[in-house]
């Protein structure tokens, strides 16, 4: 019998792509929606591997299915796999840490714009038979700023092209490059604390861990200018966001464009209309061409690891 291959999650229309890949490959792919780690262990029992989106992967799935060899995560962050317990079992984790870029920071750049130009509030305005400029009271100008990145990563860096032609000043806090590395993209490298101090508009580009939850508190929001944009299509974690909401009301900066929630889908009571906060649900990632990509790659990665070969995208590292 052929080994199984388990889709925990996914939320595509269809997987005919993993099908095909999979099974011209000799593997069996099942697939479930599922949310818990019961649901993950009752219906992935007997998995030679899993591919998954937001199921929790934790020590207690590792533990009740000992036949895993893989686990592929369908994007970049890995903070619903437990790595340590992973590492501990022999179980490869891969990810897909370079398929959206073009995407995600295209995303940043509308949201930018969306905030600053208040387009979504004056469609809700003309819907609402309210046809007139001065809904937009008061909108600022681009032109002049300073734009900081937090983290600069390959998707600040594409961003930070795209924003070329605004006359803006750009700084970046990355604790991971250095001064001369960021300079080649024409960035000034900064303290995290002095990016707060001086960005009118602060994107977000780091991955979730210990020390970035809540990196963006009621403390960071007094510090930053009163006319700062907040942007976040990395993680919703990262933002305290009855903080953000506070500061937006208080006058303390200016708006926020988030692509990512805390909770997603968010319940109705963390979600507020104002005519300076856009959401979307965490589509920045999404073209067809990146989904196509993002399926391929991390379908075949897991492939390549039952198969004994070498994985493009490996997360953690395995004793030979």
Known sequence: MAAKIVVTDH??????LETNLTTENGFELEAFELDTEEEVIEHAAGAKALLVHHAP???TVFEEIPSLEAVGRYGTGVDNVDLDAATEHGVQVVNVPAYAGEEV????????LSVTRRIPAFGREIA????HWSNGIPM???RGNTVGFVGFGAIAQRFREKLSGFDFDFVAYDPYQSAEEIA???????SFDELVGEAEIVSIHVPLTDETERMFDGDVFERLPDNAILINTARGEIVDLDALYRAID???????GLDVLPEEPPAPEDLREHERLVYTPHTGWYSEGSMTDLRESVTMDVVRVLQDETPENPVNSLAD
């Not at 920071?105 to 930018?112: E, I, K, P, V």
């Not at 080649?184 to 900064?190: A, D, I, L, P, T």
């Open 128 to 131: 609402a038979d309210n046809w």
């Open 105 to 112: 920071s295209t995303h940043a750049f509308a949201l930018l």
């Open 57 to 59: 992967i934790t020590e």
């Open 184 to 190: 080649e993209h024409g960035v000034e490298k900064v």
């Open 140 to 142: 600022q100008r681009l």
């Open 11 to 16: 939320g595509f229309p269809s997987l005919e």
């Open 250 to 256: 208080d006058g303390e900066i200016y708006g926020a």
